[in-house]
């Protein structure tokens, strides 16, 4: 049994065919996305599941998000996720307005997301973004929405180095994790660490300025 919720002013349809969940835009009204609701529903009980094409709209899979991660990540984390999430969305309104739903994402779209933040921003804010965008469309292929993550074909820019003098014990862990590609929330957690954004102090990059810490 399918369901009907409703996001901003947009309704959307929610249901599950052939073990997959499936979420498409149901109108801007309720009738609608109920009557939509319904004839989708009539068409995988008549064998038709296959005709039904699998996506999700960027905006809905970004709610998705964000509410799955709240209860797993602490406040800051979120607040970063939640900031990259809104840029990314405007930048997709600027640049690529054809493009609503998240299967739309290709590498080159993710490329020219970096290109636009490094007008603006450091090596490490741009790298950090990236990284969190990886974080996000991993969430999409762990709902089945996504077969690849575009943003793993997308580079980081050189890190700045600085000398160090003395290592954390915390040095060795966080690059063994990110050398195995482990994702950063992740990391984070397995650290105990109360934002993902402090990994790049322990794997010996320079630290993120206090500016820069809330830039993301």
């Known amino acids: 049994m399918g369901r009907v919720y409703k996001l ?4 959307y349809i ?3 065919a052939r073990g997959l969940l499936y979420s498409q835009i149901g109108g801007a ?10 004839q989708v529903e009539a068409k995988i009980s008549s064998g038709e599941a296959l005709t039904i094409e699998r996506h999700i709209q960027w905006d809905d899979f970004a709610d998705r998000f964000m509410k799955h991660f709240s209860l797993e990540f602490p ?3 979120m607040r970063r996720f939640e900031s990259v999430l809104k840029d990314f969305r405007q930048y997709l309104h600027i640049h690529y307005p054809q493009i609503a739903q998240l299967a739309s994402v ?3 779209v993710v490329e020219g997301y970096k290109v636009e933040l490094m007008k603006q921003h450091t090596p490490k804010i741009v790298n950090l973004t990236i990284l969190l965008l990886r974080e996000i469309f ?3 292929i762990k709902l089945g929405f996504l077969n690849d993550n575009p ?3 997308v580079r980081l820019l050189p890190w700045p180095q600085r000398k160090t003098y003395r290592l954390s014990p915390r040095y060795h862990a966080v690059c063994a994790l990110l050398t195995r590609g482990i994702f950063l929330g992740k990391a984070a957690k397995l650290l105990q660490l109360n934002d993902a954004a402090r ?3 322990y794997a010996n990059l320079i630290p993120l300025s206090r500016e820069e810490m809330y830039l993301v």
């Open 29 to 38: 009204d309720l009738r609608s996305a109920e009557a939509l609701l319904a």
């Open 151 to 153: 943003s793993l074909h």
């Open 199 to 201: 990994l790049m102090f």
């Open 106 to 108: 290709t590498p080159v």
């Open 8 to 11: 901003g002013d947009v309704y």
């Open 14 to 16: 929610e249901f599950t």
């Open 75 to 77: 406040p800051v984390t």
């Open 138 to 140: 991993e969430f999409g």
